[in-house]
């Protein structure tokens, strides 16, 4: 039995397809990549996944347990947490606060969950920053609190929704190792992201998703030579210099 | 529990000196008028202390909390009227049908968000107001329609909630809205004051770390609309003649909320500190200008309201503890976790 197995998934809004028949299989322990160029779906996979959109066909499978038409608070209570892509912190409470409201899915104690919850911003380097009020965060502390406030609802299964994007190089390699680090902890994650030189170097499996439907899935090197892939991202005429 | 380890000595000595003095008003003031019009105040402070658990920490707008109010008047007054049961039992009786009544009217509406959710909220109270000015008698219990109800006098005792002098009167409010602030504490600093803030802040980001926003916002309901009642059947032992729109009205209800904003919502003492500011302006206008002009209090509450939102949008609860804390030299907060926390022992009026 397979981790997550999403199966044949699609999300219909009106007219448009956006999740067209996408079928996922992910393993324990494993951190998988999924791209696609603006607008190919991955997000919408993802709501899907977590729940914030029911498909309108398809089911997504985790341990066994059927995900689809589940409620965001049932799922992260299964065990799947996702991050947002537009950080929302409670921008009125400190860091160690938002990293507690993730810590209070495992316990009903403060003093439990402001324990977790520290060695969490410790492992994340937001220790220092406990007690700062969210909002006045850089845009690299608000995605760490993402990730942290995440990370506290101990999660199996990990949604990464382009945590990376918005950072400065420096600032993307500071975050490739703590990615890296949770899932040695036993983490599986799924991210999407649209940087590729951080995709490729975390991933052990990249799905490629372009109009809504997979067009290719494998490990990293093989994905980026996939002439699919490179007719959606750069267009037909770089296929041929291609060999 | 750490309500009292992390005070300094001089918070704790000024707590309670405050409360000493609390307890001793009654017997250093002699005036009938003013221990009740301090009483009005505390009782100001209870309520919107009450309405503080949806208004102040599901990030929602209740404008229609006088509808609790009188529910818990209503109720413990025809109980005692036709059973002859203590208005002790009838307060529970009341906050539990209030409570209910209040879950009922918060799921469909407490999924609204911003103005709806308060038009909804008024709508209710004026309804209600409506139906019961309307009324004269459910079943074996007098309602009178428009011309309210008369409490008839019983001998002065605790277990009849009757009292010659006015200063039990103070005492029990005085306790009543001491227990309330406690609870706020003890439920800001819980699971459910955490779920509270995150899913009033950024529901969708609370239901995404498990949070059923709902749940959390309906039990804070019920346990608002619980406490509420309870203060009109105070109300109602304390006047002993109430009528739909003295407790009913809309004007209650803005006057809770008016008193939230001003003095600061979701903040332990804001509440207390609003009414200490607003009610006795309201019971000033009331006294000298009732007849000309009525609701002036109204009006001049809204004016300051704006005022304060312009300048303090989070209410005049922040710069009161910033120049307290300077007053006993407290550079910064003592943790930076729950700041409004850390002053509950220190500044009850």
């Known amino acids: ?243 | 529990m750490n309500l009292l380890q992390k005070q300094n000595p001089l918070h704790l000595l000024l707590t309670a000196a405050i409360l000493v003095l609390l307890f001793l008003l009654p017997v250093i003031i002699q005036s009938s008028t003013m221990i009740l019009i301090l009483t009005l105040i505390i009782w100001a402070a209870y309520l919107t202390s009450c309405w503080n658990f949806v208004g102040g920490f599901a990030g929602v707008l209740p404008l229609g909390h006088s509808a609790f109010v009188g529910i818990g008047a209503y109720t413990s007054t025809v109980l005692f009227q036709t059973y002859g049961l203590s208005p002790w039992g009838g307060m529970v009786a009341g906050g539990l049908l209030a409570a209910l009544v209040g879950v009922i009217i918060g799921i469909p509406t407490l999924k609204m968000r911003g103005a709806y959710f308060a038009l909804a909220t008024i709508a209710v109270g004026e309804g209600l107001r409506v139906l019961v000015e309307n009324v004269k008698q459910v079943g074996p219990f007098k309602i009178n329609g428009p011309s309210g109800l008369l409490i008839e006098l019983s001998e002065s005792s605790f277990t009849n909630f009757q009292f010659v002098s006015k200063g039990p009167y103070y005492y029990i409010i005085l306790v009543m809205l001491l227990l309330v602030l406690l609870l706020t504490y003890l439920m800001m600093n819980s699971k459910i004051g955490y779920y509270l803030a995150a899913g009033g802040e950024e529901p969708e980001a609370a239901e995404a770390l498990g949070i059923k926003v709902s749940r959390y916002k309906l039990i804070a309901m019920a346990i608002s609309c619980f406490l509420t009642a309870l203060g009109g059947t105070f109300y109602a032992q304390m006047m002993l003649y109430f009528y739909p729109k003295s407790i009913f009205g809309l004007d209650l209800s803005y006057e809770i909320a008016f008193i939230a904003l001003i003095g600061g919502r979701g903040s332990i003492l804001g509440p207390v500190l609003g009414a200490m500011l607003l009610k006795p302006v309201s019971e000033i206008t009331r006294i000298y200008l009732g007849d000309i002009l009525p609701g002036m209090h109204l009006i001049i509450f809204g004016l300051v309201l704006i005022v304060v939102m312009r300048y303090q949008p989070k209410g005049l609860i922040v710069p009161a503890r910033r120049l307290f804390n300077r007053l006993v030299g407290k550079s910064s907060e003592p943790s930076g976790k729950n700041p409004e926390a850390t002053i509950v022992t220190t500044e009850v009026e």
Request: glycine letters at 6%; proline letters at 5%; a positive charge.
């Open chain 1, 1 to 243: 039995m397979p981790f997550l197995e999403v199966n044949n998934v699609t999300k219909r809004f009106g007219g448009l397809t956006a999740v067209n028949e996408v079928a996922m299989r992910v393993e324990q322990r494993e951190i998988i990549g999924v791209i696609g160029p603006n607008g190919a779906g991955k997000t919408t996979l993802f709501n899907c996944i977590a729940g914030a959109f029911s498909p309108t066909s398809g089911s997504i499978r985790f341990q066994g347990r059927e995900l689809a038409g589940k409620k965001p608070y049932q799922i992260c209570q299964a065990g799947v947490t996702r991050t947002f892509q537009v950080v929302k912190p409670f921008a009125s409470k400190s860091v160690l606060y938002n990293t507690m409201v993730g810590a209070f899915a495992k316990t009903n104690h403060l003093h439990e969950a402001e324990q977790r919850a520290l060695e969490i911003l410790k492992k994340l380097d937001l220790y220092d920053k406990k007690d700062v009020i969210s909002r006045s965060l850089t845009l690299p502390e608000r995605k760490r609190l993402e990730l942290a406030r995440a990370l506290a609802t101990e999660p199996t299964l990990l949604l990464l929704d382009e945590v990376m994007a918005g950072l400065r190089p420096s600032e993307v390699t500071e975050m490739l190792p703590t990615i890296r680090r949770i899932n040695e902890a036993g983490v599986t994650i799924i991210i999407v992201e649209h940087i590729m030189q951080a995709i490729m170097s975390l991933s052990d499996r990249i799905y490629v998703i372009n109009f809504g439907k997979k067009i290719a899935e494998g490990n990293p090197q093989d994905v980026v030579a996939d002439p699919e892939v490179i007719k959606a991202y750069l267009g037909d005429e770089y296929v041929a210099t291609q060999h």
